[in-house]
């Protein structure tokens, strides 16, 4: 069974593993895929790009990357190049008159429609939000709320990572859809809520207690592995401020093969697709598969040195 954990909808990373995972496994072993009929999953890429295209107000199509420090640089990088986009740095864009422009390496500006920004609000307008952000462009905001340049995603989409948010979601989907989901979401309880609240802590020792604002497997907390004193010390810190926290049920991980230390061994792994809405809304018909290296863990997240797997889509 499928469930869903959380959903990220700011500026979600992962895609260019598993297409570099594949490029090296078509070159080691060419026939394989074929054989096997395995979908081929190149095509991210150009649906990154095709999204681009679809929402560019005249320009060419920008990746904006914070720099090389930053640890997704690689995939900024390798996603820039697949889609046809142009890997930017924020200090090569500058905003005249409510337009941006690239200014290449003769000084002359070149203007952008559309820009896939791969850092989060709060530093990407030095103008708008944090006024210290070194890695921000000035004026940015000021064309996108004028319609001159399209930002992907757009700026607001982080209020979906909200863990809290998380919570309504289904109850989204029968309102404004009259659906009912198609995939489940994990039992989430919201402290916010008396009846929650109580249920959280009479049931502490066998949930997962996670801080709504935190990301990349920080902020977790798993019942089963605290003493008693650290459950109530969480009481307390989750009384205080219940807005900050949902709590989940422990959902047992697909246990997967895993080659480690020259053998193969069971650990905890989940999944990773990604949706792009353009002119439809696609499914790459692959995703990134996360592992935690540790026997028993459950944290897969690669922050927390999680491991990663290509993702075997068969053609039907």
């Known amino acids: 069974e499928w469930v869903i954990l959380e959903d990220n909808l700011r500026v979600p990373s992962g895609a260019s593993y598993p297409l570099s995972i594949r490029d090296t496994y078509r070159k080691i072993y060419p026939d394989f895929f074929e054989t096997l009929n395995i979908e081929p999953i190149k095509n991210y890429p150009k649906i990154i790009g095709d999204a681009m295209d679809y929402v560019n107000t005249g320009g060419i199509n920008v990746l904006l990357t914070p720099g090389r420090f930053n640890s997704a640089y690689y995939e900024h990088s390798y996603l820039a190049e697949k889609s046809g986009a142009l890997l930017v740095r924020p200090q090569e864009l500058t905003v005249v008159d409510k337009k941006v422009y690239f200014k290449n390496y003769n000084g002359k500006l070149i203007r952008v429609g559309s820009v896939y920004r791969r850092l989060d609000d709060d530093f990407l307008d030095p103008k708008f939000f944090n006024p210290e952000s070194l890695i921000g462009v000035p004026g940015i905001v000021e064309a996108y709320l004028a319609g001159n340049v ?167």
């Open 150 to 316: 399209a930002l992907l995603n757009a700026i607001g989409n982080g209020v979906a990572d909200d863990k809290g948010i998380y919570y309504f979601v289904p109850k989204m989907i029968k309102y404004y859809l009259g659906e009912e989901p198609i995939l489940k979401n994990a039992p989430t309880y919201l402290p916010y809520f008396q009846e929650d609240m109580d249920y959280i802590f009479n049931n502490m020792e066998k949930l997962v207690i996670k801080d709504v604002a935190e990301a990349g497997g920080y902020g977790v907390l798993f019942g089963h592995t605290m003493s008693a004193i650290q459950i109530e010390d969480l009481k307390s810190i989750v009384k205080a401020n219940p807005r900050r926290f949902i709590a989940q049920e422990l959902i047992e991980f697909y246990d997967e093969k895993c080659y480690l230390n020259k053998d193969l061994q069971d650990r905890k792994a989940d999944f990773r697709a990604y949706v792009v809405a353009g002119e439809d809304v696609k499914v790459w018909n692959c995703g990134l598969t996360r592992y935690a290296l540790e026997e028993g863990n459950y944290l897969v997240n690669s922050s927390q040195g999680g491991g990663f797997k290509d993702t075997w889509v068969m053609e039907l």
